[in-house]
């Protein structure tokens, strides 16, 4: 099959998953589509099935059984240790003779930049933070939540929302309009209603992150406590670009902060406004912007790095997914 396809790259998400194959001439053979990357929650051969489907659905619309090369950017890839069992896991496919596995948040960022330089912050249901340099040095964080340190994301903000209204309510806080917004959201009278209707799963604990919009509109509509919320992530993520880039020797000199991930690419502005003054301070010269590229498009981009593709064909790939 020689030079026809090159690089599979994969993106595989919580919630869904993103496969294309490319040519050696940057030509997008095949795209496909599948399930959300879970092996925590499944087990990795159960994962892996659902990552083949995606796979062999783009593997036979491009006419090709193998790839050079296997770039594989995956939702719970958070340690060396899980990047060795998964990209072992992929091996075991042949699906390409090499394989490469990383953390999904370095598609976002590879997505968002010309060359591999540059940090990318993510808050979606979490917050992540990696960064790279075009000589191979990364930076990031295990990003598993409180346990490793983070506050925010989709999540964290709904629940530190709850936090502040329910104490609001019954007298233990300060008075907030979130006391009304978020149960209100959900068609209810008080706080000790939704309390109630989490706690008995009413409603069930999925729609929690339905708060986080509710949460900026708060804030937006100028509550103290809602703002204060935002102006924290503000800082939470101007405090883990700044540390990425000073890991990599990247605060002295310009540098892209990228910002993607639901909560980010919503581009609340007081929070888009907050980072960009934080930053002025804190890293003068890196220069933010919010990432919207298809993540895949990353996945590829390292894929062709690793390869040794000429610039032409990362054009090429580009072209394609950002028309």
């Known amino acids: 099959m020689g030079m026809t396809a090159r690089v599979l790259a994969v993106d595989a998400g919580n919630s869904k998953t993103d496969v294309a194959v490319v040519a050696a001439d940057g030509t997008v053979l095949a795209t496909a589509r599948g399930g959300g990357f879970r092996p925590p929650a499944v087990g990795v051969q159960p994962a892996m099935d659902t990552l083949a489907e995606a796979v062999e659905q783009a593997f036979t619309a491009a006419g090709v059984t193998s790839v050079d090369h296997v770039s594989a950017c995956l939702a719970n890839a958070d340690f060396p240790v899980e990047e060795e069992t998964l990209a072992t896991a992929l091996h075991a496919r042949a699906w390409g003779t090499t394989v490469e596995v990383r953390n999904d948040t370095f598609a976002i960022l590879r997505a968002g930049v010309p060359e591999p330089r540059g940090v990318a912050v993510v808050c979606g249901a979490g917050i992540n933070c990696v960064g790279m340099r075009p000589d191979g040095r990364t930076a990031r964080f295990p990003a598993l939540g409180r346990i490793s340190g983070d506050w925010g994301g989709g999540w964290g903000l709904a629940e530190e929302a709850l936090w502040h209204a329910a104490?609001?309510?019954?007298?233990?806080?300060?008075?907030?309009?979130?006391?009304?917004?978020?149960?209100?959201?959900?068609?209810?009278?008080?706080?000790?209603?939704?309390?109630?209707?989490?706690?008995?799963?009413?409603?069930?604990?999925?729609?929690?992150?339905?708060?986080?919009?509710v949460l900026f509109a708060t804030a937006t509509s100028g509550d103290p406590v809602a703002r204060a919320i935002v102006d924290r992530?503000?800082?939470?993520?101007?405090?883990?670009?700044?540390?990425?880039l000073t890991r990599l020797d990247l605060l002295e000199e310009e540098a892209p902060v990228l910002l993607g991930g639901g909560v980010l690419a919503a581009r609340h502005p007081r929070l888009t406004d907050g980072i960009r003054d934080l930053l002025t301070s804190r890293a003068p010269k890196a220069v933010p912007r919010v990432v919207t590229a298809s993540p895949v498009l990353g996945a590829a981009l390292l894929g062709l790095d690793r390869v040794g593709a000429v610039a032409e064909v990362h054009e090429r790939v580009r072209t394609h997914f950002e028309p």
């Open 233 to 244: 992530l503000a800082d939470e993520v101007v405090t883990m670009a700044t540390v990425a």
């Open 167 to 213: 104490r609001a309510e019954d007298g233990r806080g300060v008075a907030t309009a979130l006391a009304q917004t978020l149960p209100g959201h959900f068609g209810l009278p008080t706080m000790y209603a939704l309390i109630e209707a989490l706690h008995l799963q009413d409603i069930p604990d999925a729609r929690r992150h339905e708060l986080t919009p």
